[in-house]
């Protein structure tokens, strides 16, 4: 789906982490996945928890509690793998995100939008479009494109791809 059809899409898929509800694009959601062994990844970021396999192709998993300056992921039955697709640089690539739970989809028009908070956030105010208000509680809309920068994917392609060919040699002997 091109750009303009997508920015058209008023739905959002909302997550929760921490005590906190935040919404990503549907746009940008590839899948939910249940949670799975991840494979950790040796002198990856500290956000990285690892990589998983996902039909086929070796897929970076973030804790996004972490990317946040939260406190990491504790697993409950609710922890689950939001698939993302990211812009960088004209590249698109996919990352999983791991969120404490998935709560709805949710239809927000864009001016019941309101700008995101100045100052005082705990969270780095570039990573949100703006925040919603729904049923007496805020959500922050997150733009997950910003979430990641260049140096971010860079690191974690390379450690995915550091760890899917010490995989294939494992396999060779």
């Known amino acids: 789906m091109n750009q303009d059809n997508l920015s058209r899409i008023n739905s959002y898929l909302s997550f929760k982490l921490g005590d906190e509800e935040f919404a ?21 970021p500290n956000y990285m928890k690892g990589v998983i396999n996902l039909r086929g192709t070796v897929l970076p998993v973030i804790d996004t509690r972490i990317k946040f300056g939260m ?55 570039e990573f949100i479009v703006g925040v919603a208000s729904i049923d007496e509680k805020f959500i922050m809309i997150l733009d ?9 994917v860079t690191d974690l392609k390379i450690k995915a791809e550091e760890n899917e060919m010490a995989s294939e040699i494992e396999k060779t002997e």
Do not use: W
Request: hydrophobic letters at 40%.
């Open 24 to 44: 990503a694009h549907v746009g940008k959601v590839l899948n939910i996945l249940e949670m799975t062994r991840i494979t950790e990844v040796p002198k990856a």
């Open 71 to 125: 406190t990491p992921t504790e697993f409950t039955a609710n922890t689950c793998i939001v698939v993302l697709d990211i812009q960088v640089d004209g590249e698109s690539i996919q990352i999983g995100a791991l969120v404490d739970s998935v709560q709805a989809v949710l239809e927000i028009e864009k001016k019941n939008i309101m700008p995101p908070p100045s100052i005082g956030s705990k969270y780095k105010s």
């Open 144 to 152: 997950m494109d910003a979430v990641f920068s260049v140096e971010d």
